[in-house]
């Protein structure tokens, strides 16, 4: 079994898109800026809210001045809005109840805001489950950068070759390669199987069910 399994949030443990992407469009229509659709909202998000805002922002508007005020804005709007549409994926309180029950340390690590993400853990699931919860914070560089990962699986005491990091995207991959763990891409989410498939996902999951069966075989090379 994979004794630590740290989860990305959105688009992993929870369907986000429909209120980032409200979201996103309130802030474009209050600076004039042109809306998008909800799904471009998939590759929108992912590295964090500033390089959400950046990303919306027209090449013009990309001061730093600009930049910080609309990302104050979009902090403030999301916050009151972050439970509008949002909703666990499928199976997925189950899931982590049943290996939570089986004995395996569970943890989030988002890009999201620290407070936002552990708003939204707490929302949604029972924080009993989790060992720790942790989003973007001030001065830590966001996923894949190895910092964020490496520190909460040295405050949970996790060994690599026992812990899986489970997300929806490209960054996630990444990320568990960048810590040299497992990564196993979870097809639900926000990306495609391709992507996950190129970034060296070691695994991919169908359904929660799925997921927890690899997560309780283990690494195939465990001794």
């Not at 609309?70 to 916050?79: H, I, P, V």
């Not at 405050?155 to 040299?180: I, Q």
Request: hydrophobic share 45%; with cysteine; glycine share 8%.
């Amino acid at each position: 079994m994979y004794t630590t399994v740290i989860f990305d949030l959105d688009g992993t443990l929870l369907n986000t898109l429909d209120d980032l992407a409200d979201a996103g469009n309130r802030l474009c229509a209050a600076y004039g800026w042109p809306r998008h659709p909800r799904d471009a909202y998939r590759y929108f998000v992912g590295n964090g809210i500033p390089k959400l805002i950046e990303r919306l922002a027209p090449p013009e508007c990309r001061d730093p001045d600009t930049l910080a005020a609309a990302l104050a804005f979009y902090q403030e709007d999301y916050g009151r809005h972050l439970r509008d549409k949002t909703a666990p994926y499928p199976g997925v309180p189950a899931m982590l109840r049943a290996l939570h029950g089986a004995g395996a340390r569970l943890a989030v690590l988002s890009n999201k805001a620290d407070l936002l993400a552990r708003t939204v853990v707490g929302d949604y699931f029972d924080p009993a489950l989790f060992a720790a919860v942790r989003g973007a914070r001030p001065g830590v560089p966001a996923k894949p950068a190895p910092d964020a990962p490496l520190a909460l699986m040295a405050e949970l005491k996790a060994d690599p070759a026992f812990t899986l990091y489970v997300g929806d995207s490209n960054v996630d991959m990444l990320t568990a390669r960048a810590v040299g763990v497992d990564g196993c891409g979870v097809l639900w989410g926000f990306r495609t199987k391709e992507e996950l498939e190129q970034a060296g996902a070691r695994y991919l999951a169908a359904d929660a069910g799925e997921l927890a069966r690899i997560v309780l075989a283990g690494p195939a090379n465990a001794q």
